[in-house]
């Protein structure tokens, strides 16, 4: 009992020479104020008001270079005091994908964006580390390729290809995002997101739906995904 006694009085003395670095932090100091720590005498200097990352998903340029689907996506992020973050996601969606099973081809290679919105949760803003929930809002207006085997009629015998160019589709959808960012070195970060997706509204052609949308991934309804970005401060 003794012991956490102790414990308690160490732990209110902390809090209580706290106090008014958390008071002057609330009244919002810019990142050129600094706070001078009575019981440490030690100068804290608060994370800046505004700021900015430039991003790259490693694990989409990943999957486009060692599976039949990927993305090439970069990113601009603001920062507001550490706390918001409005983001900018920019890519190359491509695709080349042919079924096993019914030796159908898809191909695609069309641009897509997303905007949307971060909240870091941590309460120590200035660590560096962050504890990210957001939304998105994305957008895709492609085309594509399908192709697959000959049609033969049985009545008439004769032989159809089957090879369609140029195919329109267009998807908008969101995006509910959970993240953590810790920081590696100075300026550099690194990001990993993963990301519950669902369509607002898609436009298919008259053959059908395309089985990729760039951005979204795989166009079979409500989906998951994912990011591993390498984030630069600015």
């Avoid at 994908?97 to 695609?108: C, E, Q, R, V």
């Avoid at 997303?114 to 962050?130: E, Q």
Wanted: charge should be positive; proline fraction near 4%.
């Amino acid at each position: 009992i003794i012991t956490m006694l102790k414990t308690l009085r160490y732990i209110l003395i902390l809090f209580i020479s706290s106090c008014p670095i958390t008071l002057f932090a609330a009244v919002g100091l810019t990142s050129n104020d600094s706070i001078v720590n009575v019981s440490t005498k030690s100068i804290v200097r608060p994370s800046r008001t505004i700021g900015g990352s430039l991003m790259f998903d490693l694990a989409g340029c990943t999957m486009a270079g060692l599976s039949a689907w990927g993305q090439y996506e970069f990113a601009a992020r603001a920062s507001i005091k550490e706390c918001y973050f409005p983001v900018l996601e920019i890519g190359l969606g491509v695709c080349n994908h042919t079924s096993d099973a019914t030796d159908l081809s898809f191909k695609t290679k069309s641009p897509y964006f997303r905007v949307g919105l971060d909240y870091n949760f941590l309460k120590n803003k200035s660590s560096g580390n962050k504890l990210l929930g957001g939304v998105r809002y994305g957008f895709s207006n492609f085309r594509f390729d399908l192709a697959g085997p000959p049609i033969l009629d049985p009545i008439s015998d004769n032989v159809t290809e089957f090879s369609f160019k140029d195919l329109h589709s267009r998807t908008h959808w969101g995006e509910i995002v959970l993240g953590v960012e810790t920081k590696i070195y100075k300026f550099i970060h690194l990001g990993w997101s993963f990301r519950y997706k669902f369509i607002f509204n898609q436009k298919s052609p008259a053959i059908g739906k395309a089985w990729y949308s760039p951005g979204y991934g795989r166009n079979n309804g409500n989906t998951f995904g994912g990011t591993l970005n390498l984030i630069f401060n600015i």
